[in-house]
């Protein structure tokens, strides 16, 4: 890196969050009790996250950052060699806690690597999508010299408004102006360069620059990133927190022979939060899925969101014997995890006139009697309890969540069976999908298709109240059904106009699932976002459907299953 410029950082004390041990220690603190030296050499505890990457001949080669207690986060092309031969996990070893790399201290640390995950699509020629994850040999425990960067915020703020209001912070032992690897760990202050004026500086960047996956960002001549610097990350401090943005990728080198890199050119980074969902996926499943299942709700993202989905093989629908003398199905379900499936607390809440035989999965048309079909195909689910919530009544429509534990763990390997994810996080998006079974179609039911926009609660209630219905609205969201436009948005997405009117005026059966897909720029995530507790068939009487909001039901989703489950995941 070249001219060392320094960040007055605040003072807060370090609360890192991780599991066991560092579960008082959260993302982006710093703790400067140990001390640092302003404008001088020293910068001791700044930046717990930044990591030093070595090969196996103990030699420096990059730069990663901690995301997690098993994973760093750096870019893809340092694990290979130059002539493009990938590095194995064995030729690679990760220093922590360093500030000076020929002089350790007592709390540096070291890891070898278990295990080197690539994104899928990076491209070695263009070095486009340059992410990897280096995943441990051991956990590693975080201490105030040592601990996690916190990934972008929901909700955080944009590449432009970032440009606006502040500049980002690199580090790193990259070369400096004698062209050798600092041994001091160097910063520099950099500002977002838009793609137009990034292009125009630097012409070879011009092919390079995709919106919303890479951006540049420069220093105006003064200190920038340099050889050695690359995987390391660019960080902004946000409502009291650091935040990775960014991720080294290239940078220019110079003409002048006296100076490895150029400082009046940009630098090309990558964009961290559109990867973010594949590093929660494999670093931080929690935060990926609430119940920590990495492997959810997944598609191909092939350049845009789908519009239709052919198949769920998450939905389910619950089986029941009606007054000693018919089958039917009644209710819609979830499959969230091996051994639970998620349904309305009104499904299997005792009634006198029901029993629930079957939870039944992998099924995406329902029969007249769908226990006589497909018997090799689909799975008739047996259970051993069911949990209500409980806080629920049957007359107030609050709280309507419950769980059907299985009696057998579900194989996921089946392609009709897999769980979707449960959100970790309340994400905005701007429409949500629905795939459910409706009361008046004709046997065989199919899957039906449609779009919702989520209204003010508010004004839901009061049209109900209008109406005469007066109920409890604790967890729970309103819907109204729209319609895509024909214009695709840049992130993939349509504009959906709200509909006055029911494009559907048929019921669905009870719990009809609602959720929404984000992507990785490889595969999709689709979440549950909630499942239908009532509503109203009339067409004219204006009333939007309601359903229990599955993101507010979480944390009682994820205790009982905590609880409950017979195997520890």
């Not at 125009?200 to 890479?214: A, D, I, V, W």
């Not at 607390?345 to 029993?355: E, F, G, H, L």
């Not at 079909?373 to 009544?393: R, S």
């Not at 009487?541 to 520890?568: P, T």
Request: with cysteine; aromatic share 12%.
């Amino acid at each position: 890196m070249g001219t060392n410029k320094f960040a007055l950082l605040l003072l807060v004390s370090a609360v890192f969050n991780c599991e066991s041990s560092n579960a008082e220690f959260s993302c982006g603190v710093v703790d400067n009790r140990a001390g640092y030296v302003i404008n001088a050499q020293e910068t001791e505890n700044v930046w717990p996250w930044h990591v030093a990457i070595y090969n196996s001949s103990n030699a420096y080669i990059a730069g990663g950052t901690i995301v997690s207690d098993r994973f760093i986060l750096t870019a893809a092309h340092v694990t290979f060699r130059h002539q493009n031969q990938p590095l194995r996990p064995y030729d690679l070893h990760v220093v922590m806690g360093i500030k000076n790399l020929s002089s350790p201290q007592n709390y540096t640390r070291y890891r070898n690597v278990s295990r080197i995950i690539r994104y899928p699509e990076y491209n070695r020629d263009t070095m486009l999508n340059d992410l990897a994850l280096l995943q441990l040999s051991e956990k590693i425990e975080f201490s105030l010299h040592i601990g996690p960067i916190c990934l972008w915020p929901v909700g955080g703020p944009s590449l432009e408004k970032l440009a606006e209001e502040q500049r980002g912070t690199v580090v790193g032992w990259g070369y400096t102006e004698n062209s050798t690897v600092s041994q001091v760990l160097r910063e520099a202050w950099m500002s977002i360069i838009d793609f137009p004026t990034c292009a125009e500086n630097t012409k070879s960047f011009q092919p390079l620059l995709t919106k919303g996956r890479n951006y540049c960002a420069g220093t105006r001549g003064e200190a920038t990133v340099c050889r050695g610097d690359s995987g390391g990350g660019m960080y902004f401090f946000v409502n009291f927190k650091w935040y990775i943005r960014g991720i080294v990728n290239q940078g220019t080198p110079t003409q002048d022979t006296r100076y490895p890199c150029d400082p009046r050119k940009e630098v090309i980074f990558m964009d961290v939060p559109f990867y973010q969902k594949w590093v929660e996926r494999h670093a931080l499943p929690k935060q990926h899925n609430r119940l920590g299942l990495s492997e959810c709700g997944m598609g191909k993202y092939e350049g845009d969101v789908e519009r239709d989905v052919v198949k769920s093989p998450w939905t389910a629908h619950l089986f029941y014997r009606f007054w000693d003398r018919f089958n039917v199905s009644d209710c819609h379900g979830l499959v969230i995890h091996p051994e639970f499936v998620v349904t309305l607390a009104r499904c299997i809440v005792d009634q006198p006139q029901r029993k629930l035989l079957y939870v039944v999965l992998g099924e995406e048309t329902i029969g007249p009697d769908p226990y006589e079909e497909n018997l090799d195909y689909t799975l008739y689910a047996e259970f051993t309890e069911t949990f209500v919530h409980e806080q629920f009544k049957e007359t107030d429509f609050g709280y309507d969540v419950g769980l059907v534990h299985l009696k057998t763990r579900v194989d996921f390997s089946r392609e009709n069976i897999k769980p979707i994810c449960l959100p970790s996080t309340r994400e905005p998006v701007p429409y949500y999908e629905q795939l459910a079974w409706y009361r008046r179609q004709d046997h065989p039911k199919p899957l039906t298709f449609s779009h919702l926009q989520e209204i003010r609660l508010e004004s839901c209630i009061t049209r109900y109240q209008l109406n005469g219905i007066s109920a409890s609205f604790d967890q729970l969201m309103c819907l109204q059904d729209c319609l895509f436009s024909s214009d695709v948005h840049a992130n993939g997405t349509y504009t959906c106009h709200v509909m006055l009117e029911k494009v559907y005026c048929d019921i669905p059966l009870s719990g009809g699932p609602v959720y929404y897909t984000k992507h990785d720029g490889y595969d999709t995530y689709t979440y549950l976002a909630g499942m239908r507790a009532f509503g109203t068939a009339n067409c004219t009487d204006r009333l939007n459907d309601v359903y229990s909001d599955m993101f507010e039901m979480g944390a009682w989703i994820e205790q009982k299953i905590k609880e409950n489950s017979l195997f520890i995941e």
